[in-house]
């Protein structure tokens, strides 16, 4: 591999399929990767102030702020790549950054989603296409060698009942079944039947309960692991 390029390595899944549970896992068991979180604490406070809440906003009026999320997801996660990017790599070091959600998957879920159900109009939609092409080559350029993918698939039900365990307060309310059957299917479209260059997936079940089944995390870490064997 050559000195400046990276391998990314991201989850993907729908939303409470459990995708930080595994990140901490996968962060336990190979410490040596770079890592990048999700920035949600960014979302529902901009600039540390409460009530600033966008997260909040997006699920209490979809169509008025699915744009404004959009760009400001895309901003801070672009922020997060740039930052470890533009660190200077020790040549001991391991290429390879680990993350939850990808920059692509906020287009390809989300923003794609919001423009097939008319939150995100036409010309919203072409002018976030813009300002995505042209950042994403500004701060990834040729740094990227390899994607890989691990995609966490789980029945958008078992999502649900999750995320009502959870009960992120802006989300209680708020996401019902639909919506999670929504954005399952994106996953699904993009990361099932849709073509990807230079890109690995793997595909975990997700459905049974891992956090402390250790018979589970076994068995999906054997996957994980043979994914990952000659990079790691
Ligand atoms: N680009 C985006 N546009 C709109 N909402 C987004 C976007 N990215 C993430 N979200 C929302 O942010 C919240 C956190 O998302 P995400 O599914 O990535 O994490 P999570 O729910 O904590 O996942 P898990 O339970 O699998 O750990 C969810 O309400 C999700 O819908």
Not at 12 to 17: A, C, D, K, L
Not at 173 to 201: A, D, F, G, M, P
Request: aromatic share 10%; hydrophobic share 35%.
């Amino acid at each position: 591999m050559k000195s400046n390029q990276y391998t990314l390595i991201s989850i993907e899944g729908n939303i409470g399929s459990g995708k930080s549970t595994l990140l901490k896992l996968m962060q336990q068991k190979y410490p040596d990767l770079r890592f990048i979180p999700e920035p949600v604490n960014e979302w529902q406070c901009i600039n540390g102030d409460p009530s600033l809440n966008l997260l909040g906003s997006f699920y209490e009026d979809s169509t008025r702020w699915a744009y404004t999320m959009q760009v400001y997801a895309f901003y801070s996660r672009l922020k997060h790549w740039k930052e470890v990017l533009s660190d200077p790599i020790n040549p001991e070091e391991r290429h390879l950054i680990l993350s939850e959600r990808s920059i692509e998957a906020d287009k390809e879920i989300f923003a794609v989603n919001g423009h097939k159900n008319g939150l995100i109009n036409k010309l919203e939609f072409a002018l976030y296409e813009k300002f995505y092409d042209w950042l994403c080559e500004e701060v990834f350029g040729k740094k990227i060698q390899k994607q890989m993918i691990i995609y966490l698939q789980v029945d958008p039900e078992v999502c649900h009942q999750r995320m009502q365990k959870r009960a992120r307060d802006e989300e209680k309310n708020t996401i019902s079944k639909e919506y999670l059957t929504q954005i399952h299917n994106r996953h699904e479209e993009w990361l099932l039947r849709e073509t990807h260059k230079n890109t690995s997936i793997l595909v975990l079940n997700g459905d049974q309960e891992f956090e402390t089944d250790l018979k589970q995390q076994q068995q999906m870490f054997e996957g994980i692991d043979n994914f990952l064997k000659g990079i790691l």
